[in-house]
């Protein structure tokens, strides 16, 4: 008889595992954007998704202009010893550049300036002696220099963000600069968030023996807020399939999609599972990760639902790796690949292979450290983590040294 093979338990056999790879392929050709559109100030875009490409409407610099302090003329000069006599108009940044300067004279310019006609050359105020109503200075100097063409930033029509962006404070700035005062949004995307189970009580609640705290509700919550949508509290309920349906109901009504914890498996008081088959738009996913399967994926009166695992560490692990991507998607937002990069273990681990294992992590002195203990339901190595290591589908062993992929939260966008 042959011997067991080392990695016989790794998964149970005669079940499908969908590699997380394949999984995300699946939710990002089956979602799109449920939000419609409202037109809001850029000062009131920050974080805020783009409903539409914006072309610049005028060029940036919109004239040719100076980037320093100095004195403008025409063209360059070569080697040697140079004085050009200074015309009495001077340029401030924000005058109108309806001055002449003749030929062999040179205008006073201060930076941001527009340059006069007959000026496409600054030479820096440091740079020259100013004596005699004239400059003096040593060549050579660049024809050209340091002053700053029109729309070498940005052109007139130029594409400056796309559909789907998110915008940051510097796309802000961008948008400004070309004279954009207003633009497309999606509405914020309403994320309901509803505990399942009868274990749960609430904080500010007495707990008896065997109840505990409801920890996931204000952790997703928080995790969605941060992504950038709006979480909705849709409260607790327990493992009673008609109290469920009823919030489910409800829910549905309120908000875009729903995130659930706890009752996503197929075992009695699985109830989120149960009612989205009952539904008839469920899909139970294994997927092939640790900490996380299964994730309930569904339908609810038109309405995706997240069936999560009850398990804090897992809830959070699915949250960031297949709801981050998906909720961007249906907030009309591109796909959110995580962006991780490679950093020196600091720990020892081996891992078999068919499945995506994410550790919490976290950097030291150059180093990605993980969490002691792998349970999923150790909250507080969730809270020590700054992020989570990445450990490839593929049979691993990470040894002191060895290079690994960590993801900040805010590589997850959270
Ligand atoms: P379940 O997925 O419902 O089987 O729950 C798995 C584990 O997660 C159990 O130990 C639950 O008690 C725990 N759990 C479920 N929901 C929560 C929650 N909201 N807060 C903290 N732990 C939870
Ligand atoms: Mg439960």
């Not at 997380?20 to 409202?38: F, G, K, N, P, Q």
């Not at 976290?362 to 450990?391: K, P, T, Y």
């Amino acid at each position: 008889m042959p011997p067991l093979k080392n990695d016989c338990f790794a998964l149970p056999p005669g079940v499908h595992w969908t590699p997380v790879d394949e999984a995300l392929a699946d939710l990002r050709t089956r979602l799109s954007s449920v939000v419609d559109t409202e037109t809001v100030p850029v000062s009131g875009a920050l974080d805020r998704i783009l409903a539409t490409d914006i072309t610049a409407p005028r060029a940036h610099p919109p004239l040719p202009n100076t980037a320093v302090d100095g004195y403008g003329f025409l063209n360059g000069r070569g080697e040697g010893d140079h004085h050009i006599p200074i015309v009495a108009q001077h340029m401030p940044a924000g005058a109108t550049p309806d001055t002449s300067v003749p030929a062999g004279t040179a205008i006073r310019i201060l930076t941001g300036a527009a340059l006069p006609s007959g000026v496409d050359t600054v030479i820096l105020q440091e740079d020259v002696e100013v004596k005699d109503n004239a400059i003096h200075f040593t060549g050579p100097i660049k024809q050209g220099a340091n002053t700053r063409r029109a729309g070498e930033d940005v052109k007139v029509g130029d594409v400056i963000a796309e559909a789907g962006r998110k915008l940051t404070p510097a796309d802000l700035a961008l948008l400004s600069a070309v004279g954009v005062s207003d633009v497309e949004l999606r509405r914020p995307l309403r994320v309901g968030v509803l505990s399942t189970g009868d274990e749960l009580v609430q904080t500010g609640e007495d707990a008896g023996p065997g109840q505990i705290y409801d920890a996931n509700r204000p952790m997703l919550r928080g995790l969605i807020a941060r992504l950038g949508h709006l979480p909705v509290d849709l409260g607790a309920v327990q493992d009673d399939r008609d109290a469920l349906r009823a919030r489910l109901d409800d829910a549905a009504r309120q908000v875009d999609v729903i995130f659930t914890s706890g009752g996503a498996s197929a075992g009695d008081a699985d109830h989120v599972s149960a009612l989205l088959n009952e539904a008839g738009a469920m899909a139970l996913w294994r997927i092939a990760i640790k900490p996380g399967r299964p994730l309930a994926l569904g339908m609810w009166q038109c309405k995706p639902v997240f069936g999560l695992p009850g398990n804090p560490v897992a809830a959070m692990v699915c949250t960031l790796v297949f709801g981050a991507p998906a909720l961007a998607t249906l907030a009309g937002a591109e796909w959110a690949a995580p962006q991780g990069f490679m950093v020196p273990a600091a720990f020892s681990k081996s891992k078999k292979a068919g499945r995506r294992e994410f550790l919490r992590a976290r950097i030291r002195g150059g180093q990605v450290e993980v969490f002691a203990s792998e349970g999923s339901g150790r909250i507080s190595g969730l809270s020590w983590a700054e992020g989570l290591v990445e450990l490839p589908d593929d049979a691993m062993s990470v040894a002191p040294g060895d290079l690994v992929r960590f993801i900040p939260w805010g590589g997850f966008g959270a």
